[in-house]
């Protein structure tokens, strides 16, 4: 029992994680019906920033946000290129997005290095004994600040003026230019919004696994995966999609062996193309114009 509690704790942590990465492919395929492969890059540039900012004696309450901030500036220079390819196709564009990820990875290979480096806990390191199993303090900051961003969301989407724009340029962006809706201008911000989210996510990640410039591969697959497994477009999904994914992992690592972990990402990814195309909750639905 305390076994399985263990693995359950760890599982729902680094799936809280993948759950914000896959949030990230949620909001800008809302909006521009792009999956956007260089998801898991602004995870590492919001990581790889905060360490080197802290390293450079910036206080924590300054190099956090200007991490999120460049995160997002490199969301922003992002849809500048989508929209210079906006008469591409979509497979185009996703291929761009790519390349974006290879720039973005090189770019911080360049400005930082290619070791490995952590953030310390923003909190106790003392762990918290619960049923006999342990979980630490960082890990339930994961969790905490996974579920504020998502019901943020939820509050942004259904409870604010600007969040009906946002669902409004998702569903018909004709439409929404009819009605007054500056639709370049909601682009701007899902494009920005999902980087900082994939930035805070980079963040608080990297006290516990540690960061370099090339995490944000297999983070921004793993990502992807949760976003499939949710269905594409369902942000509720995309969050129950990422902590299945973490749970999974957690068990196949702890039954099996850890040399098989990063493999489940993979195979639930072809299980669910194959029998749930649509992804286990559901796809949300919206028209392309």
Request: charged share 10%.
């Amino acid at each position: 029992m305390t076994e399985l509690l263990q693995y359950s704790f760890s599982g729902i942590t680094v799936g809280f994680i993948y759950a914000l990465v896959g949030l990230g492919f949620t909001v800008i395929y809302n909006s521009s019906k792009i999956i956007n492969f260089s998801q898991g890059e602004f995870v590492m540039i919001g990581g790889m920033t905060a360490v080197f900012l802290s390293y450079a004696k910036f206080p924590f309450i300054l190099a956090f946000p200007l991490a999120i901030i460049v995160a997002s500036l490199l969301g922003y220079i992002l849809f500048k290129l989508v929209s210079l390819s906006k008469n591409s196709s979509v497979t185009s564009l996703i291929i761009l997005t790519l390349g974006y990820a290879v720039f973005t990875r090189g770019i911080a290979q360049v400005s930082f290095d290619k070791q490995m480096h952590t953030l310390p806990s923003f909190i106790s390191n003392s762990p918290i004994l619960i049923f006999g199993a342990t979980i630490t303090p960082q890990a339930i900051l994961v969790i905490i600040v996974s579920l504020v961003i998502v019901f943020s969301l939820y509050y942004l989407f259904n409870k604010t003026k600007l969040g009906k724009a946002m669902l409004a340029t998702a569903d018909n962006k004709n439409a929404a230019k009819l009605v007054g809706i500056s639709v370049q201008k909601i682009l701007i911000m899902n494009f920005m919004l999902s980087a900082g989210i994939a930035a805070i996510a980079g963040i608080v990640l990297t006290p516990i696994t540690s960061t370099n410039y090339e995490i944000g591969i297999m983070l921004g697959l793993k990502g992807f995966c949760a976003a499939i497994i949710g269905g594409i477009g369902n942000p509720f999904g995309a969050v129950l999609g990422g902590v299945l994914l973490g749970i999974l992992e957690s068990f196949v690592a702890g039954y099996l062996s850890s040399e098989y972990k990063d493999a489940v990402a993979f195979i639930v990814l072809l299980l669910i193309l194959f029998f749930f195309p649509g992804g286990l909750f559901g796809a949300k639905k919206s028209t392309r114009v």
